[in-house]
């Protein structure tokens, strides 16, 4: 499908059965029951497209992607089990070794950064929610395309040695860190917010 060009018109509404059924029963796959297949390069380019095109106000575009596949997800391994190691020195092999791998758990692992500017009109706030946007269209674009995926942190989005190898600046935070693959094991429906105590009527 060709990308809309400034000013086309586009449609305001996209009845379809297919994307109510996955919003409707789409679930994360943890990533330690990811494996391969991933996205070739132009799904994925498709997958950050969608992930970007994002409620915005005022079009402050506060996030940006940072892309690890094969020999990425690998370095970006041995640097977490440097600075675990440094950082736990008591810690068993086995343990250090976890992290070596943990890129390696999924082909693709978008870092989802959050890049606020504090001088803009645009509250920090709405700046903040615009990336966690980002993160779920990411989700939802993988699902789409056929792969499995999850958000998560962990230690190293909150890392200042790992945040620093990533070349974040001071006002850069990781949203999260979204591993795409396919799932290993098809997961269950887990527990959900009871409707009746988060919904009210004003
Ligand atoms: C900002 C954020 C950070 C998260 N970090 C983690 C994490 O570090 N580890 C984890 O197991 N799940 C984490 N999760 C939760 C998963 O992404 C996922 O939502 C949950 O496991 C299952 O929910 P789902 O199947 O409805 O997506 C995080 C979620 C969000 C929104």
Same mark, same amino acid.
């Given at each position: 499908?060709?990308?809309?060009?400034?000013?086309?018109?586009?449609?305001?509404?996209?009845?379809?059965?297919?994307?109510?059924?996955?919003?409707?029963?789409?679930?994360?796959?943890?990533?330690?029951?990811?494996?391969?297949?991933?996205?070739?390069?132009?799904?994925?380019?498709?997958?950050?497209?969608?992930?970007?095109?994002?409620?915005?106000?005022?079009?402050?575009?506060?996030?940006?992607?940072?892309?690890?596949?094969?020999?990425?997800?690998?370095?970006? $391994?041995? #640097?977490?089990?440097?600075?675990? !190691?440094?950082?736990?020195?008591?810690?068993? +092999?086995?343990?250090?070794?976890? %992290? =070596?791998?943990?890129?390696?758990?999924?082909?693709?692992?978008?870092?989802?950064?959050?890049?606020?500017?504090?001088?803009?009109?645009?509250?920090?706030?709405?700046?903040?929610?615009?990336?966690?946007?980002?993160?779920?269209?990411?989700?939802?674009?993988?699902?789409?395309?056929?792969?499995?995926?999850?958000?998560?942190?962990?230690?190293?989005?909150?890392?200042?040695?790992?945040?620093?190898?990533? $070349?974040? #600046?001071?006002?850069?935070?990781? !949203?999260?860190?979204?591993?795409?693959?396919? +799932?290993?094991?098809?997961?269950? %429906? =887990?527990?959900?917010?009871?409707?009746?105590?988060?919904?009210?009527?004003?």
């Amino acid at each position: 499908m060709k990308k809309p060009e400034l000013g086309d018109e586009l449609a305001s509404a996209h009845s379809s059965d297919d994307t109510l059924a996955l919003l409707r029963t789409r679930r994360s796959t943890p990533a330690d029951l990811l494996g391969g297949p991933g996205p070739d390069q132009q799904t994925l380019s498709d997958m950050l497209e969608i992930a970007a095109r994002v409620p915005d106000h005022r079009r402050v575009a506060p996030f940006r992607f940072m892309v690890f596949v094969g020999e990425a997800c690998e370095r970006f $391994g041995a #640097t977490l089990a440097r600075i675990f !190691a440094e950082q736990t020195p008591d810690a068993e +092999a086995a343990k250090i070794d976890y %992290e =070596r791998q943990r890129f390696m758990r999924a082909p693709v692992v978008i870092a989802v950064i959050s890049k606020i500017d504090p001088a803009h009109r645009t509250p920090e706030w709405e700046q903040i929610l615009t990336s966690g946007a980002a993160c779920q269209n990411l989700l939802i674009a993988a699902s789409a395309h056929g792969f499995a995926a999850q958000w998560i942190t962990e230690w190293y989005a909150y890392d200042k040695a790992v945040l620093k190898v990533l $070349g974040l #600046t001071e006002k850069e935070r990781i !949203a999260g860190y979204v591993y795409i693959g396919t +799932a290993r094991e098809e997961p269950k %429906e =887990r527990g959900r917010p009871d409707m009746g105590s988060i919904v009210s009527m004003f």
